[in-house]
């Protein structure tokens, strides 16, 4: 388990900053999300998921501290109590209490009461079922599931879960597209499933994904101000993380409205060319 320190680093410019990381053989949890914080100014960690399928790996994540729900909560809920608090946090089938999230995951079977769950957001219950039965859903055999910062993650994650706004999540993509050579990226959307559907399909498909909250996210406590969803697997982390840092010392900064500025540099007019300051001459 690793730990952020914030020591003299947080001293230095983007681009010595980032020079300093790239230095190294290969970037720890920790740098990546102290790379991300002082970067792009994520307001909370990014959440590593694991998914178990076997006991022994349950097992031997239970040596570690973590916590568990007094409630079932929703699976949206074990990735907020992770992101905003920094805790670690696991759940077996009858501590998830989102109907949702246990088909997605194979703890629950197609039923109607699925189908009438998401009545009101379709036409009529049959276009209710085909929606329902087009969500991806993981492989069978699913133990049980873990969600922590990453810097804590007790485990090996299977995929990362960021919650930004909605141009931290356009850097997040141009970066992945860059280190992964993948373009373009085409988004999946799930009806009523944004965070359990979103982690499903990039754990399936091995691929970022970006989701919108569901309607009842910000009346639940899961978001703050409307934030969007961005899900990264794994073994794709760290070359994204990279890619931030190589291009913060090409440009000079990681922002993309004007070169050489910190993430979000001016938040009016970026481009007006009146808005330019130079050093006296005198």
């Known amino acids: ?31 990546m999300v102290f790379a991300l914080r002082n970067l792009l100014r994520l307001k909370y960690y990014p959440v590593a998921v ?6 022994e790996e349950v097992e031997e994540f239970r040596k570690n501290k973590y916590k568990i729900g007094i409630h079932p ?12 608090r920094g805790e670690i946090v696991f759940s077996r089938r009858e501590n998830l209490g989102c109907s949702n999230a246990r088909y997605l995951f194979g703890w629950k079977d197609f039923d109607e009461n699925e189908i009438k769950s998401h009545k009101k ?7 209710a079922e085909r929606f329902v039965k087009t969500k991806p859903r993981l492989p ?56 359990c559907g979103g982690a499903v399909w990039t754990y399936v498909n091995k691929r970022i994904n970006i989701v919108p909250m569901c309607s009842g996210s910000y009346t639940a406590g899961k978001t703050e101000q409307g934030e969007i969803n961005v899900f990264i697997p794994w073994e794709h982390f760290e070359p994204t993380v990279r890619r931030l840092l190589e ?26 060319n009146f808005l330019i300051f130079k050093e006296p001459k005198c």
Do not use: W
Not at 50 to 55: H, N, Q, T, V, W
Not at 121 to 127: A, F, N, P, V
Not at 247 to 271: A, H, I, N, Q, W
């Open 1 to 31: 388990m690793e730990k952020v320190c914030f020591d003299s680093e947080t001293l230095l410019d983007d681009v010595e900053f980032s020079k300093k990381l790239l230095s190294k053989d290969g970037l720890s949890r920790a740098d």
């Open 50 to 55: 694991k998914y178990f399928y076997s006991e």
């Open 73 to 84: 909560f929703t699976f949206c809920h074990f990735s907020a109590v992770s992101r905003q």
């Open 121 to 127: 957001y379709t036409r009529d219950l049959e276009q």
């Open 140 to 195: 069978e055999g699913l133990k049980a599931l873990a969600t922590a910062p990453l810097h804590k993650a007790p485990f090996e994650p299977d995929l990362i879960h960021i919650i930004c706004d909605v141009l931290q999540s356009y850097h997040l993509y141009n970066d992945y597209a860059s280190a992964m050579d993948v373009h373009p990226i085409q988004p999946n959307f799930m009806m009523n499933s944004a965070v």
């Open 247 to 272: 291009r913060t010392v090409r440009d000079g900064g990681p922002s993309f409205p004007r070169t050489g500025e910190t993430y979000p540099g001016f938040d009016l007019c970026k481009l007006c």
